[in-house]
């Protein structure tokens, strides 16, 4: 690598908006040549500072194997938001030059509409068979960290959501135990066509740092965290109003959730020290 791309790569990382200024005001073919040269992590991290619709322009003139690259390294939802602004043939090509996990999670995110729960949801989330056993579904949780939150969702065969356990419940269960006879039925859950708005004036929100994503036939498509929608509240305020309910409900439930969250830390961590590996609980 070059000493001056060396300096490049470094500035893009520590002065993104500086960089993403200076890629504004090139044409296209030119703002691909730097692009290209960043290591794919570094351009992802660079694209979302830059006007959308440059950015997409940007993202459709790379080549594939670099727009593959670089869309794989940026949050599921920012790519979602660029390739939104991408004519629908190019994203066709663009999701099937991604492996088979991303473009899932990208599709399912491009089905519904961009101000909906569906729109702006993860659906990179860890579910459970409710066919399971407990320790199946510890082993199973072993096996795939990567998308493991303090909530288990559990779904039947055709993938709809029939409960809900934290893992908290999960470790102090009894091993041998159907995961069917620890999960609560009684779920808070969100339309995926159900419009931001109503998705903020959620009462759910007081409760539950996470509420599952479905659609019209209770199949689970994904979550909406607290934060995220914390976020996207405050990015939304000028087209929502000083709503104070919506303001208080989500208030309420972060500090629910702050001293929530804590417990449940303790509870799992006193429950993993004391359970002896091929212990029942």
Same mark, same amino acid.
């Given at each position: 690598?070059?000493?001056?791309?060396?300096?490049?790569?470094?500035?893009?990382?520590?002065?993104?908006?500086?960089?993403?200024?200076?890629?504004?005001?090139?044409?296209?073919?030119?703002?691909?040549?730097?692009?290209?040269?960043?290591?794919?992590?570094?351009?992802?991290?660079?694209?979302?500072?830059?006007?959308?619709?440059?950015?997409?322009?940007?993202?459709?003139?790379?080549?594939?194997?670099?727009?593959?690259?670089?869309?794989?390294?940026?949050?599921?939802?920012?790519?979602?938001?660029?390739?939104?602004?991408?004519?629908?043939?190019?994203?066709?090509?663009?999701?099937?030059? +991604?492996?088979?996990?991303?473009?899932?999670?990208?599709?399912?995110?491009?089905?519904?509409?961009?101000?909906?729960?569906?729109?702006?949801?993860?659906?990179?989330?860890?579910?459970?068979?409710?066919?399971?056993?407990?320790?199946?579904?510890?082993?199973?949780?072993?096996?795939?960290?990567?998308?493991?939150?303090?909530?288990?969702?559990?779904?039947?065969?055709?993938?709809?959501?029939?409960?809900?356990?934290?893992?908290?419940?999960?470790?102090?269960?009894?091993?041998?135990?159907?995961?069917?006879?620890?999960?609560?039925?009684?779920?808070? #859950? +969100?339309?995926?066509?159900?419009?931001?708005?109503?998705?903020?004036?959620?009462?759910? #929100?007081?409760?539950?740092?996470?509420?599952?994503?479905?659609?019209?036939?209770?199949?689970?498509?994904?979550?909406?965290?607290?934060?995220?929608?914390?976020?996207?509240?405050?990015?939304?305020?000028?087209?929502?109003?000083?709503?104070?309910?919506?303001?208080?409900?989500?208030?309420?439930?972060?500090?629910? #959730?702050?001293?929530?969250?804590?417990?449940?830390?303790?509870?799992?961590?006193?429950?993993?020290?004391?359970?002896?590996?091929?212990?029942?609980?």
């Amino acid at each position: 690598m070059s000493a001056i791309l060396q300096v490049v790569e470094h500035y893009a990382m520590t002065h993104p908006d500086d960089v993403a200024r200076r890629l504004e005001r090139l044409d296209v073919d030119d703002a691909v040549l730097v692009v290209s040269a960043l290591p794919p992590d570094n351009a992802a991290a660079l694209l979302p500072h830059v006007a959308q619709s440059h950015a997409a322009r940007i993202l459709t003139a790379l080549s594939a194997e670099a727009a593959a690259a670089v869309t794989v390294a940026m949050p599921v939802d920012l790519a979602a938001s660029l390739l939104r602004r991408v004519e629908p043939p190019v994203v066709v090509r663009m999701l099937s030059a +991604l492996p088979a996990e991303q473009s899932r999670s990208l599709g399912a995110l491009l089905a519904h509409e961009p101000l909906t729960a569906g729109g702006v949801m993860d659906p990179e989330v860890f579910t459970l068979p409710v066919t399971a056993s407990v320790a199946d579904a510890r082993d199973l949780i072993a096996a795939n960290p990567e998308h493991l939150y303090y909530y288990v969702y559990v779904v039947d065969a055709q993938q709809r959501l029939v409960g809900v356990l934290d893992i908290a419940q999960l470790l102090q269960a009894d091993a041998n135990a159907p995961v069917r006879t620890v999960v609560s039925p009684h779920v808070t #859950w +969100l339309s995926a066509d159900a419009p931001l708005p109503s998705v903020f004036a959620h009462p759910g #929100w007081r409760a539950f740092d996470a509420l599952p994503v479905v659609d019209l036939d209770g199949r689970f498509l994904g979550v909406l965290r607290h934060r995220r929608m914390r976020q996207l509240q405050e990015e939304d305020t000028p087209a929502s109003g000083d709503d104070s309910a919506v303001r208080t409900v989500m208030a309420l439930g972060e500090v629910y #959730w702050l001293g929530l969250c804590g417990l449940l830390q303790g509870i799992a961590s006193t429950a993993s020290e004391s359970a002896a590996p091929g212990d029942a609980s």
